[in-house]
């Protein structure tokens, strides 16, 4: 008896009922997914705090906390293969330098046993920091300082301000009060690794659902943040607004007393923005626009110059937009690379008393005639910068805005690079 195969038809109802049944199961598997990555991120964290709470007894209660006590908050650290701190950070007789988040969460890899892969959140898409291929000249982990080169893009997570320079008093302990948030996914209107952040004045915790979905990280598509608190747990929270005072976590308090809501705040990043209290959470991570607690309201390449800004190379000026990688930027330093971004900004036009100017965006650090760093939001009339072959005083700081692309040039051997006619000492970040 000839066996009957399948008719055309019934091939084609058969194919039609897969192809249903995929339609409705793939939104479900997608689901299934982003759980699955929300409960790994959580564990994550979760391993975190058991890392801090390890690593505090041994260094007076205090939660990881790098550089120095006076040092100012950068997105970067000098020398994450440094050997010893005071090169790592650019300190001098363990004072002053600049720190990074991602350094404080550092130390737990190098004191508490902590490994890279718990700080990258998969439904951020972060890639687990492999040292051998960011250069490492060595593959034990406990002598670096920071997550490579880049490190915001090999640390997921923020946490209460670590960082504040001389006089902070409020980072958290083992023994701050309970349910204090100690670290959480990243915080939503500071700049991610690839330039991104949420509108801050987006953000109303009274309003609809999208304008409290606004103050969300946007790891887990908006719907809410991991959370972890002082005791290690961790908590999948719909809304940011779940500080020990109610208060949001990803924005500190206006004044003392709050002269507004503290389920609001004030937008992180801006001049000298710290914890005003010690119920006022507040956390934050390293961002491509983080620079010495003083930022901006721009992304990517927010900290540079525009592009007929004189830079001294191979013994001579060319204008910033022209430099290339390998070109010889004094004191053995080379150009390792230019980067470019396309902006709308506030420009600081920096007048010398040699009747030269650098016209400056953001808050790209200056070095003082002293040695020290200071960001060019703080830069006034009468003081006296650093140049290669000696000092010039600052006649005048104005501001204008701008609309175009500026320029930043990411050094090798160094940190630093000469800006303007009279070569002044610029931060390569």
Not at 256 to 279: H, Q, V, Y
Request: proline share 4%; aromatic share 10%.
């Amino acid at each position: 008896m000839k066996k009957k195969g399948f008719t055309l038809v019934e091939l084609l109802v058969v194919i039609s009922i897969i192809a249903l049944l995929i339609a409705i199961l793939m939104p479900a598997l997608s689901k299934v997914k982003t759980f699955a990555y929300q409960l790994l991120c959580g564990t994550n964290l979760s391993g975190l705090g058991k890392a801090m709470l390890l690593y505090a007894p041994e260094y007076q209660d205090e939660f990881p906390r790098t550089g120095t006590a006076t040092s100012t908050w950068l997105n970067k650290i000098a020398n994450w293969q440094a050997a010893d701190r005071n090169v790592a950070f650019g300190s001098t007789g363990g004072t002053g330098g600049a720190a990074s988040v991602s350094s404080c969460f550092y130390l737990l890899i190098k004191y508490a046993e902590a490994t890279p892969k718990m700080f990258a959140c998969k439904s951020e898409g972060a890639v687990v920091w492999d040292a051998a291929k960011d250069g490492a000249t060595t593959s034990d982990l406990t002598l670096f300082w920071d997550f490579g080169g880049t490190p915001a893009d090999n640390c997921s997570y923020s946490m209460h301000m670590p960082i504040g320079g001389s006089g902070y008093v409020f980072y958290l302990t083992s023994s701050s009060e309970g349910g204090s948030v100690v670290a959480a996914d990243r915080n939503p209107f500071i700049p991610d690794s690839s330039g991104n952040k949420k509108t801050f004045t987006d953000y109303n915790p009274a309003g609809t659902r999208d304008q409290i979905r606004t103050g969300n990280s946007s790891a887990h598509g908006s719907d809410g943040q991991n959370v972890m608190y002082l005791d290690a747990h961790v908590e999948f929270n719909k809304s940011p607004d779940v500080g020990i005072s109610q208060d949001c976590i990803y924005t500190a308090w206006d004044a003392l007393p709050p002269s507004k809501s503290i389920r609001i705040g004030t937008a992180p990043l801006a001049t000298n923005i710290l914890p005003r209290d010690r119920a006022d959470s507040y956390l934050v991570n390293d961002g491509i626009a983080a620079s010495g607690g003083t930022g901006g309201t721009g992304g990517k390449g927010m900290f540079c110059f525009l592009p007929d800004t004189p830079v001294w190379t191979d013994g001579s000026f060319v204008q910033i937009s022209k430099v290339s990688a390998g070109q010889n930027l004094g004191q053995n330093a080379t150009a390792e690379k230019l980067s470019e971004h396309e902006a709308t900004c506030e420009v600081r036009q920096v007048t010398l008393t040699s009747g030269n100017s650098i016209n400056v965006v953001g808050d790209h650090r200056f070095m003082l005639s002293s040695g020290l760093w200071i960001g060019a939001e703080d830069l006034q009339s009468g003081m006296t910068l650093k140049t290669l072959n000696g000092t010039v005083s600052i006649q005048s700081v104005t501001t204008s805005s701008y609309t175009g692309k500026v320029y930043n040039v990411n050094v090798n051997n160094s940190d630093q690079y000469m800006v303007g006619a009279d070569a002044v000492v610029v931060r390569d970040y």
